[in-house]
T-cell receptor
Framework: DAGVTQSPTHLIKTRGQHVTLRCSPISGHKSVSWYQQVLGQGPQFIFQYYEKEERGRGNFPDRFSARQFPNYSSELNVNALLLGDSALYLC????????????FGEGSRLTVL | AQRVTQPEKLLSVFKGAPVELKCNYSYSGSPELFWYVQYSRQRLQLLLRHISRESIKGFTADLNKGETSFHLKKPFAQEEDSAMYYCALSPLTGGFKTIFGAGTRLFVKA
């Protein structure tokens, strides 16, 4: 098993653009969480999805949205990018009965210019 | 409000010395506590969880509900322990949100 995979690994956008980040969970995991990690800080919770439904949302503006597909993969979308959105975006999957035990991908490094 | 506090950004110890990484939390219900670790050029991974009560790589952590703490300890630090350590909290039942502290960088000197 390749573990949690994320794409793209790096990307550069300009202010006002939108971005879509993708995540494939570990086989058998039905829950996907998204985190934003800014340099020097811990991961900040954005969303959690289970069975294609949003189960938790962090303190992020409506420019951030996500969805989960029938195969449990997930997308994170960010609209109207701001300089402050520059960060490492982490995806984590978990088996629902052990929701706190997260398996992380390597992240997508977003730079907004 | 849920909060995880790691008061030390950087902790530097000599090889063979004991190490303690501090974690305090604030949570109104029953939490499950975790320690995650990120070694250089590796992804963030689970080190241990309080429910398991196990020792991983010589590390242990005890949940102190009275002091709302979950400090990570190891009696004899090794150079390979140098990494970024994050304390995390998740609701024990019915919850889906795991929150993380800001992290402590442990540097073990030879």
């Amino acid at each position: 098993d390749a573990g949690v995979t994320q794409s793209p690994t790096h990307l550069i956008k300009t202010r006002g653009q939108h971005v879509t980040l993708r995540c494939s969970p570990i086989s058998g995991h039905k829950s996907v969480s998204w985190y934003q990690q800014v340099l020097g800080q811990g991961p900040q919770f954005i969303f959690q999805y289970y069975e294609k439904e949003e189960r938790g949302r962090g303190n992020f503006p409506d420019r951030f949205s996500a969805r989960q597909f029938p195969n449990y993969s997930s997308e994170l979308n960010v609209n109207a990018l701001l300089l402050g959105d520059s960060a490492l975006y982490l995806c984590a999957s978990s088996a629902i009965h052990r929701a706190g035990e997260l398996f992380f991908g390597e992240g997508s490094r977003l730079t907004v210019l | 409000a849920q909060r995880v506090t790691q008061p030390e950004k950087l902790l530097s110890v000599f090889k063979g010395a004991p190490v303690e990484l501090k974690c305090n939390y604030s949570y109104s219900g029953s939490p499950e506590l975790f320690w995650y670790v990120q070694y250089s050029r590796q992804r963030l991974q689970l080190l241990l969880r309080h429910i398991s009560r196990e020792s991983i790589k010589g590390f242990t952590a005890d949940l102190n509900k009275g002091e709302t703490s979950f400090h990570l300890k190891k009696p004899f630090a090794q150079e390979e322990d140098s990494a970024m350590y994050y304390c995390a909290l998740s609701p024990l039942t019915g919850g889906f949100k795991t929150i993380f502290g800001a992290g402590t960088r442990l540097f073990v000197k030879a």
